[in-house]
């Protein structure tokens, strides 16, 4: 899935999803259940792990943005302000 703003998903969250097409940094990528094999936020982009074994299902929501060093940054949503 692509969009220019944000991408909010409503459940779990595999494959690629690419916010912020046209450059904008501030976007975010939101899901009930994060497991994406690829995130693109504006130029930033940041792999799941090759191995689903690998994969640890957190308890909540997550969100997806860009740290303070540039790279795609997964937390918590409640911790995201």
């Known amino acids: 899935m692509t969009a220019g703003g944000d991408v909010y998903v409503w459940g779990r969250l595999r494959g690629e999803a690419t916010a912020g097409v046209y450059g904008d940094e501030s976007c ?10 690829m995130l693109r936020i504006a130029g930033s982009v940041a792999y799941g792990p090759d ?16 740290g303070g060093g540039g790279a795609i940054e997964i937390a918590p949503a409640a ?3």
Do not use: K
């Open 51 to 66: 191995d689903d074994e690998d994969v640890q299902v957190a308890s909540g929501a997550e969100v997806a943005s860009i």
């Open 28 to 37: 975010i990528i939101a899901a009930l259940q994060m497991q994406p094999s």
């Open 79 to 81: 911790q995201v302000s």
